[in-house]
């Protein structure tokens, strides 16, 4: 595991490249909307990962899940755990256990 790397540091580009699945166009244009409509910064939000996934809802619904998986891929690599995280609970519960698994190995 990094220790070089806060735990919203390594969040926020999770986040940046989870959103990439969606291609070059589409994550810019759905990033936008989030920001603009909800007021979320997509990287901001890992102190309150239940907006991040509100807000996704709202606007790609069902491709959410995608981008929440590779987002949780994205974190527990860059964290340097395994992709135990990967499956079983949502989004935030996935989210908030890595992170109190960072905390606790720090």
Known sequence: MSKKISFEDAYAHAVTEG???????????VTGYIEN???????GTADKPSALDEALEHAIDGGRIIVERRIIRNLSEKLGFNEEFTSGGSFVERVQEIKQKFINHL
């Open 19 to 29: 959103i990439k699945i969606l291609g070059p166009v589409v994550s810019k244009i």
């Open 37 to 43: 409509k909800y007021s979320v910064c997509l990287t």
